[in-house]
């Protein structure tokens, strides 16, 4: 590749805007990073280091910026949400939503800090990755993460010691498993952890799970911009009962999260799965058709991304196990209802199918 005589033209029209954040050494050091992760194949300190003729340095001095600099994370991204907020195509928009997911930054090798082997649901295994979580802002016309934070690895022994200083149970019989099965041993002790915050609200110090961050990092935005009432919409393994109760009763805040068709209902026949539930509608809907009547799935089309699509939607207001009073909304994709569906809940009970859908 050739090298780098001057900075793309990306990097002199924005750099301005992150000029406050830096010293005058590492704001020239960062405008030489970024410039290097822009064009450069290899995106190695050492690989971006010899791309750049633009005042030849030492590596080290690109190393320095990334170990020892002492510029804010914090800071840094607010310039960064300023500069959206500064541009009418990047503004946040009334209609825009905010949504939860954590992302698997996967690695070849195991000598980074706060490395763990996790599932990766693509590959369906364990790979050895850093786990993002991420507060997505999102409309028709941008994406871009708001806050994020990097998931740390429970400290085990950390976590048991905390817990036996609280007095909260560890069974003996399962002491065993430290040595003969970790991830046992570790799945027990989380979820006694996890049970037994309600009891012991100290030992959630002990831990910093997703759920959690992603509590913490609302809190931030909510104490920063009291004013936004975006919803936030987020996916099964998010949805909670405690994570909705969170958004409800303490933010205040409206939410659409994802169900799975293992979750149950109280009907009036009693307590049901939405698979069941879903198979039921779906016959009574096939039925309606043969006969004239009217369709227990009623076709909604709605804006995304440019485009529309269309769902053929229940939407009814139903008390969702350990969830509470929710707007359920199962979604299907063709017209005959042979895919598979989809379950959303919401704790906006007056909203509409389509609205729910969009967000």
Same mark, same amino acid.
């Given at each position: 590749?050739?090298?780098?005589v001057e /900075?793309?033209?990306?990097v002199?029209?924005y750099a301005?805007?992150f000029?406050?954040?830096f010293s005058?050494?590492?704001f020239?050091e960062i405008?030489r990073y @970024? $410039?290097g992760l822009?064009v450069?194949?290899?995106k190695?300190?050492d690989g971006?280091?010899?791309?750049? @003729?633009v005042?030849?340095? #030492?590596q080290?001095?690109?190393?320095?910026?990334l170990?020892a600099?002492?510029?804010s994370?914090? #800071?840094l991204n607010?310039a960064r949400?300023?500069?959206?907020a500064?541009?009418?195509g990047?503004q946040?928009?009334?209609k825009?939503?905010?949504s939860?997911?954590?992302?698997l930054?996967?690695?070849f090798?195991q000598d980074?800090?706060?490395?763990?082997q996790?599932w990766?649901?693509? $590959?369906?295994?364990?790979v050895?990755?850093h786990d993002?979580?991420?507060v997505?802002y999102s409309?028709?016309?941008?994406?871009?993460p708001?806050l994020?934070?990097l998931?740390?690895?429970?400290d085990?022994e950390k976590?048991e010691?905390?817990?036996r200083?609280?007095q909260i149970l560890?069974k003996a $019989?399962?002491?065993?498993?430290?040595?003969t099965?970790?991830?046992?041993w570790?799945?027990?002790?989380l979820?006694?952890?996890?049970?037994?915050?309600k009891? !012991?609200?100290e030992i959630r110090e002990l831990?910093d799970?997703k759920?959690i961050m992603?509590q913490?990092?609302?809190?931030q935005?909510q104490?920063?911009?009291?004013?936004?009432k975006?919803?936030?919409?987020?996916d099964?393994w998010?949805?909670?009962?405690?994570?909705c109760r969170?958004?409800?009763?303490t933010l205040?805040?409206?939410?659409?999260g994802?169900l799975?068709?293992?979750?149950?209902l !109280?009907?009036?026949?009693?307590v049901?799965?939405?698979?069941? /539930?879903?198979?039921?509608l779906?016959q009574?809907?096939l039925?309606?058709?043969?006969?004239?009547g009217?369709?227990?799935?009623?076709?909604?089309?709605?804006?995304?991304?440019g485009?529309?699509?269309?769902?053929?939607?229940?939407c009814?207001?139903h008390?969702? !196990?350990n969830?509470?009073k929710?707007?359920? @909304?199962? #979604?299907y994709?063709?017209a005959d209802l $042979?895919?598979?569906?989809?379950?959303f809940?919401s704790?906006?009970?007056?909203?509409h199918?389509s609205?729910?859908t969009?967000?």
């Amino acid at each position: 590749m050739l090298p780098l005589v001057e /900075f793309p033209e990306i990097v002199q029209l924005y750099a301005p805007f992150f000029q406050e954040v830096f010293s005058p050494e590492a704001f020239f050091e960062i405008e030489r990073y @970024v $410039s290097g992760l822009i064009v450069s194949e290899n995106k190695t300190v050492d690989g971006i280091n010899r791309l750049l @003729v633009v005042e030849s340095r #030492n590596q080290s001095s690109l190393n320095r910026l990334l170990t020892a600099s002492p510029f804010s994370l914090t #800071n840094l991204n607010q310039a960064r949400l300023d500069l959206l907020a500064s541009l009418p195509g990047t503004q946040m928009k009334p209609k825009g939503v905010f949504s939860i997911d954590d992302t698997l930054l996967m690695h070849f090798g195991q000598d980074f800090e706060q490395i763990a082997q996790l599932w990766d649901h693509v $590959s369906g295994s364990y790979v050895w990755a850093h786990d993002l979580v991420t507060v997505h802002y999102s409309d028709d016309d941008t994406d871009y993460p708001v806050l994020f934070q990097l998931w740390e690895p429970v400290d085990l022994e950390k976590l048991e010691q905390g817990m036996r200083a609280a007095q909260i149970l560890i069974k003996a $019989s399962k002491e065993i498993l430290k040595d003969t099965d970790p991830q046992k041993w570790r799945g027990y002790l989380l979820g006694v952890w996890q049970r037994r915050q309600k009891g !012991h609200p100290e030992i959630r110090e002990l831990y910093d799970s997703k759920l959690i961050m992603v509590q913490k990092l609302l809190e931030q935005r909510q104490k920063t911009h009291p004013d936004e009432k975006y919803p936030v919409t987020f996916d099964n393994w998010f949805t909670q009962p405690a994570f909705c109760r969170f958004l409800d009763q303490t933010l205040k805040l409206p939410y659409v999260g994802t169900l799975a068709e293992t979750d149950k209902l !109280h009907l009036k026949s009693g307590v049901d799965t939405l698979r069941n /539930f879903a198979a039921r509608l779906q016959q009574e809907h096939l039925a309606a058709l043969e006969n004239h009547g009217k369709p227990v799935f009623q076709k909604i089309t709605i804006p995304f991304k440019g485009t529309h699509e269309t769902y053929y939607s229940y939407c009814r207001t139903h008390r969702v !196990h350990n969830f509470g009073k929710q707007r359920l @909304v199962i #979604n299907y994709r063709q017209a005959d209802l $042979s895919d598979k569906p989809t379950f959303f809940i919401s704790n906006r009970l007056f909203w509409h199918a389509s609205g729910i859908t969009r967000i």
